[in-house]
DNA sequence: AATCGCGACTTTACCGGTTCAATAAGTGGC
DNA sequence: GCCACTTATTGAACCGGTAAAGTCGCGATT
């Protein structure tokens, strides 16, 4: 029963059976110039009889494309399984992928050190032709690392952020200041955030986006802002906490850095007695299909995340190609009004 | 992709460095016999200077052991973002992956007969050394591939699917007969299940015992089914239309094959006046996070989807070292209650 | 007629490792 | 002091491709 592999057929097999060489194989499978058209039939003819496909790890190792690129991603897994954000990216870095015929390596890491280590071996190990780097910190070492090795990047975040590598972003500074004014114009003046972990860098300009945004309205208003670890857990805590204060000190309004918070935020209303949007209204953010399930619906800032990991992928082949570094904006997050949200 | 020139460190360099030969430093770096203690150390010390790591694509080539395993989901993209199985499923995955120092080869394709091509050509390019295989339909034509190209491969299904492939699985049957038992053993007669996509194998296994389970009660009890996508929507469109059906012809119960479509017949329950659990009760299947943040929070049918995961590595690097083919059950699914479930 | 240019291949030298036969050095027996 | 026997180390042959430098035949140029 053990598995016999099959006797590999290899580019020699496809020469010898169209009768040509290995040379003139690999011409022909690279389109390349220097063969009539008939042995460029008689050689395919021959793989396609033999089901042959070249072999990328040689194709590699010969020093042409690395037709892998990888993609490591540093949050608790179980939060990962939860956080619709991620497939959806991947989805969507993989429709511009399988274009190409190339396929994601993906890693899941425990902290930063072990994904600096894994880019400098996959690199080295020629497995990866290119990287997406994603979640972005203060002083973060990839941008360096990824300019000494030479390897062709691009990152997820704000230019601020990415440390002059070409980046891909969404300005979430602009759609945070839209939700608070979305919500200043339904009347409302005291309004919180349940933002995700603190040490990322998006979060923190959607930190600073946000007291700014409120600052901006009338004296009177009020900011709250809670850290999380973007987990359903922790966003009920939050809103747990927040929603616990008497009417005059409590927030009117939530906005939440994720879908999932909002889902807990939801709940812990009810839970509490409180009615949305009526003692207190909810908005998410990313907008995935849950923001439509629950009731009320919530009302989100919704932005094209499987667009967003297409758009990623093409710059990434573009920074592979050679281009120099870029800053590729894609659409603000837009508010989509929903159930969620109401006059206080 | 074009690879970007850079000073790379192979073999040679550190071999120089060792004042040692090519074999020697492969020896080392596979801990054969035949070295000196001292030279050994020489070299790894050297290696360490240098900074190198054996390029995997090159000992891939040379014959060696290949350390990538592949994982082809078919599933529309949108959905998949929004299951909260895959990413955690995958999660235990890598957590196995990651102390051998593999990683996982993702690529989403849109037809079984794509995937089928993919595991061709991964293999016959030595892309991985073996592949998780998912989602299986009625004659599947995976099983017969794997065999032929003696690709090792473990099968994440019930054995009666997967074609006597290595498998691992979750015994659904029972599962589903304890859910029905426990909606009876509450006083429930009329129940419903809102199934996932008709078209795997595991919805069918799910599909018969439900109407077995509900079949071996009293007469009286009745049973409806509905199949969908899977899709937050679709479970909101199959709750509707259970639930619009005067009281007498409306199920008290129903359960459903994710959660997301159990948050989404939540909400459906909500909006048409229904409480939950007085008017009807409803019950999640995977028992993700999300199961605790609904208000009601949703009763599940449980189990350990990071650990299932982990188990189908485990089990693939058996299949990869040799062992013959097995099953290999995890444990069924147990009845999680919370609020969504009570007496009608 | 000798030379040139060019298309259509073939040859050959890698790419960065692994593997194994061959060799060199060291040990012990007698 | 010679031989058999280990053990440490090397060299060369792959693995399955790519790429650059030949080779060859043939019509066009001078």
Redesign the pocket.
């Known amino acids: 029963m053990t598995a016999t592999p099959l006797p590999?057929v290899?580019?020699?097999d496809v020469a010898a059976r169209a009768g040509?060489?290995?040379?003139?194989?690999?011409?022909a499978?690279?389109q390349k110039p220097?063969?009539?058209e008939?042995?460029r039939d008689r050689i395919f003819r021959a793989a396609r009889e033999l089901g042959?496909a070249?072999?990328s790890t040689?194709?590699t190792?010969?020093?042409?494309r690395v037709d892998v690129v990888g993609l490591a991603v540093c949050r608790p897994a179980r939060l990962l399984g939860l956080e619709p954000f991620y497939m959806e990216f991947i989805s969507g870095v993989e429709s511009v992928l399988v274009e190409r015929s190339c396929s994601l390596l993906l890693r899941l890491v425990r902290s930063p050190d072990e994904e600096v280590g894994l880019m400098e071996s996959w690199w080295r190990g020629r497995q990866i032709g290119g990287s997406i780097l994603v979640d972005f910190r203060a002083d973060d070492p990839r941008p360096a690392v990824a300019e000494r090795l030479g390897l062709p990047v691009v990152a997820v975040g704000h230019p601020s952020l990415t440390g002059g590598l070409t980046s891909v972003w969404t300005d979430d500074a602009t759609a945070v200041t839209e939700a608070v004014r979305y919500l200043a114009a339904l009347g409302h003046r005291r309004i919180a955030r349940v933002g995700g972990a603190a040490a990322l860098g998006h979060t923190s300009i959607r930190t600073t986006a946000f007291d700014e945004a409120v600052g901006a309205l009338e004296p009177a208003a009020r900011a709250w802002q809670v850290a999380t670890d973007f987990s359903g857990d922790a966003g009920a805590r939050a809103t747990r906490s927040l929603l616990t204060a008497a009417p005059p000190e409590r927030p009117t309004a939530i906005v939440y850095d994720n879908d999932i918070m909002a889902v807990a935020g939801l709940s812990v209303a009810a839970e509490m007695g409180l009615r949305v949007p009526d003692d207190v209204s909810l908005l998410a953010w990313d907008d995935s299909q849950l923001c439509r399930l629950t009731h009320p619906t919530l009302s989100a800032m919704s932005h094209d995340i499987h667009g967003f990991g297409a758009e990623v992928a093409r710059t990434l082949f573009g920074v592979i190609t050679g281009e120099g570094p870029g800053s590729h904006p894609v659409p603000t997050p837009v508010l989509t009004p929903r159930g969620s949200t109401a006059p206080p």
């Not at 190792?61 to 042409?64: D, K, R, Y």
């Open positions: 590999r290899t580019i020699k040509v060489s290995k040379g003139a194989v690999s011409l499978f690279n220097g063969l009539s008939a042995t042959w070249p072999s040689a194709r190792l010969a020093g042409s």
